[in-house]
């Protein structure tokens, strides 16, 4: 009898038996557990919404059960994601009819195998209850399934699709615990009662490689390969940024990315320690730089930046240099206008205008003029792209942000909120610089 009870258990589970907590709505066969559970959590609309506990109520003329709880609210309110996790579904109707939705499931942190379904997402054009917004106005670029999503940041608006054509815009939010539409449901409404408010979606991105980042604490990073690298506000303007064009970081999006090495000062550069020694920067290391040396590489009269011991002491110290094209040189040959910048393998990159060379923090005060024969040996690379990270914008009128030779549009006002780019300075560029790079999602992947 023993055996043929655990035979029979076995057989139970791999069939996929419900588990002994859970209970099965018959109408859709939804597995459900009424035990109460408090998920930690953001409410999942940013703005003013009304709602009261109808988990279970009767659906379809009671044939069926309501699984989650229906925030109302009005049409393009913003919807974010509930807690650190990954989308593992979406669905953008098409003339069907049957709505848009996604799902985002945790995994970190206290909500860790939790998932959020998010119902009647929008697909109206604004203004209008014309089911055909879906392209642009359901869910914002980058919400896709597998992409990362942070705690806060938009995922979408609020709208009527699928079946609550009829009932109103709102919000079905159901909370699950497991894998999407295949977890076991438990009323949201202790969850959504103690979850953190918010007014507006957190500018979380995830944002692309070259973002400047401001961390909670104030400190400053860089996002580069996946990483966040920590620069100081020296290194900053030795290349030519400023902490202006930071972005908010909230502490979750920070935890998204793991700590580099710090960021150095650019090749290049010629810095002035705190004793008032003068160095320069080139192929990561640094070179005394006196009034003899830089004359000879053409830099008669270079822009000499403050730069503290901690950043310094992180370049080795080299004997010297083996010519005026080192890494980092920006030069242009005695008669020739075309200035080109010299790479970390000794090739040139022309600069094709000057908005390329100012995203680079770089201007023709950089420029040294070298012999009209300096160059004619010289290997050639790519003409020089914008810096990654550079915010910019066209005569008409087109916003992107240029990460890994790709122009990441921001299309319109929600998504320059979303990533936090309200008021940061925008470098003005020709329309053909930005046709003549691919276009990509603005995310970090």
Known sequence: MRLAALVLTAAALL??????????????????????VVVPMTFPVAGRVSYSDN???????????????????????????????????????????????????SDRGPSAGWSAIYVHVNNDTPGTD??????????????????RV?????????????????????LHVELRK???????????????????????????????????????SGALFLLDEGRKRPVSAQVLAVDGRTPLTAVAMTSAASLGYPTGPAVPPRDGAVVRDPRGTTWLVTGGQRVKAGFELLAGLGRLV?????????????????????????????????GDPVVSLVDADGRLHPVVHPAVLASHGLSSADVAVLPADALEDSRWGSPLALRD????????????VVSDGAARRL????????????GRPRLAVPDALVDGLRSAALTAG
């Open 411 to 422: 299309w319109d006002s929600r998504q320059v909120a979303a990533y936090g780019y309200v």
């Open 302 to 334: 270079p822009r000499v930046l403050p730069l503290g011991d901690v950043d310094l002491q992180r370049l080795p110290v080299a004997d010297g240099v083996d010519g005026p094209l080192f890494p980092g040189a920006l030069v242009r040959a005695d």
């Open 178 to 216: 497991g894998a999407g539409w295949g977890g076991v449901v438990h009323n949201a409404f202790p969850s959504l009662q103690a979850a953190r408010r918010l007014t507006a979606p957190l500018p979380s991105g995830p944002h692309p490689d070259g973002s400047l980042m401001r961390h909670p």
């Open 55 to 105: 988990w279970l109520a009767c659906r379809s003329g009671c044939a069926r059960m309501h699984m989650g709880q229906d925030l109302m609210g009005a049409k393009m309110l913003p919807l974010v994601a509930a807690f650190d996790g990954v989308v593992t579904s979406v669905r953008r109707e098409t003339e069907d009819g049957g709505g848009n939705w996604l799902t985002i499931a």
């Open 130 to 147: 014309d089911a055909k917004g879906t392209a642009a106005w359901s869910f914002p670029s980058g919400i896709e399934r597998g992409s």
């Open 15 to 36: 069939a996929g038996a419900v588990p002994a907590s859970a209970e099965v709505d018959p109408g859709t066969g939804t597995e459900y557990s009424t035990a109460r």
């Open 150 to 170: 942070l705690a806060g940041q938009l995922v979408g608006w609020l709208g009527d699709s699928g079946n609550a054509e009829g009932t109103g815009p709102h």
């Open 389 to 400: 990270g550079t915010l910019v914008q066209t005569p008409s009128h087109r916003v992107a």
